[in-house]
C-alpha cells in the first residue's frame, strides 16, 4: 500500500461499532452479506397479549423489573463485565465461532448433566418449548462456555425448522456461574437466521437489573424484530398463560424466588386462589379442551373420536391442505386458536371450510392443542415408564413392545383414536415431497402431545423416546392397527 496515499480503504466493520453510524439501532441482518426472504415470515403469528406483562419494545423504560432483587448481581456492572478491556475487542467477534463449528462432539455429556437445557412439549400456541435454566450453570471454573454454546445449537437444530418458544428463568445467575459480555456477543451472533426467524417468543422470567444492562449493550446488534419477541415474566403465574407449566422442569430454586416474590406483593395475593377456583369449577357439558375421552363421549352420545378431532382432520385432509409447506410445524394466530377453543367448549359448531377457509395452520393447531390439553393423554400414563425405555430395545424388541402397548394395554376408546390419527398422518407423510412432513417431522411434533408423566415434569432425556415411539407408530401403523 502507497502509504503517501491519503485516502484510507473502507473498513469492514460496521459502522455502527465504531461509532459514526447514523441508525442508533441498526438490525443485525446488516453484518450478513445477505438475508432472502423466505416463505414464511415472523409477522403470520399475531403477538400473544400478555395481561400481565408487556410486549418488549426497544425502550430501555419498558422493561418490568423483578420487584426485589436476588442478591445475586453487581452493582458495578461496568467493572463486573470488564467493559473497558472488551469493547475496544468487538471487531474481533465479527467472524462468528469458527473454531467452535470444527468441534464434532457426540454425546455433550459434560453439559448436559447440569441440566442447563430442556425441551418440553408444546406452549399454549402450539409451539415447541426450549427451557434454560440459569440457576443450574455450574461455576465457571467446571464449564467451558463454547461446549455450552455448541452443546445449545445441537440441541436447537433438532427444532429450529418448526416455531418454538424459548423460556429463560434468569433467577441463580451469579458473579460465578455469568459468562462474559463477549461470549453473549459471540452467542447472538451464532444464532443466525436460522434459529431466529422461527423462535416466536422468548420469555424472560424473574428479570433484574443484570437484563437491562445486557439490553443496553446489546441495542446495536438486536433488530427491532428480534426484540419485539422478547417478553418480561416477572411471576410464574404469567408464564403459565403462555405455557403449561406442568411440563417445565421448573428448578426449586426458581419455584422458592417466585414464592418469594409472590409474598412481597400484596396486589398478586389473590391470583393463585384465583386460578385455584378456575381449575376446581366443573366444566361446560358440551367442553372439549381440557377434559377427558370419557367425558366428552359422554357428552357426545357415545362418539369415541372427538367432533374437534373430525371436524380438524375432515378440512386436512383436503389435497391443499395435505400439501402445505410446514403443516403441524407452522403456529397460527394466537387470537384465533383461543376463539375456536373458546367457541368448541361453549357448544358453539365449527366449519373451518367456512369459518377460516385456507386457513390449514389454525386447524393443526387445534388438534395438537386439543391432544396436549387432555386430562389424560392419549398413550396413558401407565405406559410412560414403558416409552421411555423404547430405545434401549433392539429392532424385533421394538416392534414387539409397540404392538404389544397398543394392542393389549391402551385403552379401546383410545385406541380407536390413535388408530384414527395415525390413518390421517399417513395421508400426510404420502405428501412429504410437497410439505415436508416426513414421519420424524411429524413424530417430533406429535410425540410430546401423545405422551407424557403424570409423576415427573417432561425432560430432555424422554423427548428423544418419544418421539422415536411416535415415528415408529407412523412408519408402521399398517403393521399395527390390524384390529
Given at each position: 500500500m502507497n502509504r503517501d496515499n491519503p485516502s484510507k480503504p473502507k473498513s469492514a466493520i460496521p459502522a455502527y461499532l465504531v461509532g459514526d453510524a447514523e441508525d442508533p439501532y441498526p438490525s443485525l441482518s446488516d453484518i450478513h452479506d445477505y438475508e432472502p426472504n423466505l416463505e414464511f415470515d415472523d409477522t403470520e403469528l399475531q403477538q400473544p397479549v400478555n395481561t400481565e406483562g408487556d410486549v418488549i419494545g426497544i425502550e430501555a423504560e419498558e422493561f418490568l423489573e423483578t420487584p426485589v432483587s436476588d442478591g445475586t448481581i453487581e452493582e458495578n456492572f461496568e467493572e463486573a463485565f470488564g467493559l473497558p478491556s472488551l469493547i475496544p475487542e468487538y471487531p474481533s467477534l465479527i467472524p462468528v465461532l469458527g473454531e467452535l463449528s470444527k468441534e464434532v462432539v457426540d454425546d455433550f455429556i459434560d453439559v448436559s448433566q447440569h441440566g442447563i437445557v430442556d425441551v418440553v412439549g408444546d406452549d399454549t400456541y402450539g409451539r415447541k418449548v426450549i427451557v434454560v435454566s440459569a440457576c443450574r450453570l455450574p461455576s465457571n471454573k467446571v464449564l467451558d462456555h463454547n461446549r455450552l454454546l455448541s452443546y445449545l445449537m445441537h440441541t436447537l437444530d433438532n427444532y429450529v425448522e418448526t416455531d418454538y418458544t424459548v423460556v429463560y428463568f434468569h433467577h441463580g445467575l451469579n458473579s460465578?456461574?455469568?459468562?462474559?459480555?463477549?461470549?453473549?456477543?459471540q452467542a447472538y451472533r451464532a444464532f443466525d437466521r436460522k434459529y431466529k426467524k422461527n423462535l416466536k417468543a422468548l420469555y424472560l422470567v424473574h428479570p433484574t437489573n443484570f437484563i437491562r444492562v445486557i439490553w443496553q449493550l446489546f441495542k446495536p446488534f438486536i433488530s427491532i424484530k428480534f426484540g419485539r419477541k422478547m417478553m418480561y415474566v416477572n411471576y410464574l403465574s404469567e408464564l403459565g398463560n403462555h405455557i403449561h407449566l406442568n411440563q417445565v422442569c421448573i428448578p426449586p430454586a426458581v419455584l422458592k424466588h417466585d414464592a418469594m416474590l409472590m409474598s412481597k406483593n400484596a396486589n398478586k395475593s389473590g391470583q393463585d386462589s384465583q386460578v385455584d377456583s378456575a381449575s376446581s369449577s366443573q366444566p361446560l357439558p358440551t367442553q372439549q379442551f381440557g377434559v377427558s375421552l370419557q367425558f366428552i363421549k359422554n357428552h357426545n352420545n357415545g362418539q369415541v373420536?372427538?367432533?374437534?378431532?373430525?371436524?380438524?382432520?375432515?378440512?386436512?385432509s383436503q389435497p391443499d391442505?395435505?400439501?402445505?409447506?410446514?403443516l403441524f410445524r407452522r403456529s397460527a394466530s394466537v387470537t384465533l386458536v383461543r376463539d375456536v377453543q373458546s367457541r368448541i367448549n361453549r357448544g358453539e359448531a365449527i366449519d373451518f371450510q367456512q369459518d377460516f377457509p385456507g386457513d390449514y395452520?389454525?386447524?393443526?393447531v387445534t388438534l395438537k392443542t386439543f391432544l396436549r390439553e387432555l386430562k389424560e393423554p392419549l398413550m396413558t400414563f401407565?405406559?410412560?415408564d414403558d416409552i421411555i425405555n423404547f430405545q434401549r430395545l433392539n429392532k424385533e424388541e421394538r416392534a414387539q413392545m409397540v404392538k404389544t402397548l397398543?394392542?393389549?394395554?391402551?385403552?379401546?376408546?383410545n385406541y380407536i383414536l390413535l388408530k384414527y390419527l395415525a390413518q390421517f398422518l399417513a395421508k400426510v407423510q404420502d405428501r412429504s415431497d410437497l410439505n415436508k412432513m416426513t414421519s420424524f417431522n411429524l413424530a417430533v411434533v406429535f410425540g410430546p402431545n401423545l405422551v407424557w408423566s403424570q409423576n415427573q415434569q417432561m425432560s430432555l432425556s424422554a423427548i428423544g423416546p418419544i418421539n422415536a415411539l411416535t415415528e415408529h407408530i407412523l412408519s408402521h401403523y399398517a403393521e399395527i392397527f390390524i384390529l
Open positions: 460465578q456461574n455469568k459468562p462474559s459480555f463477549r461470549w453473549l456477543l373420536i372427538p367432533p374437534i378431532v373430525c371436524r380438524c382432520v375432515e378440512f386436512l391442505a395435505l400439501e402445505t409447506e410446514g395452520h389454525l386447524a393443526a401407565d405406559l410412560f397398543i394392542l393389549e394395554r391402551l385403552p379401546e376408546d
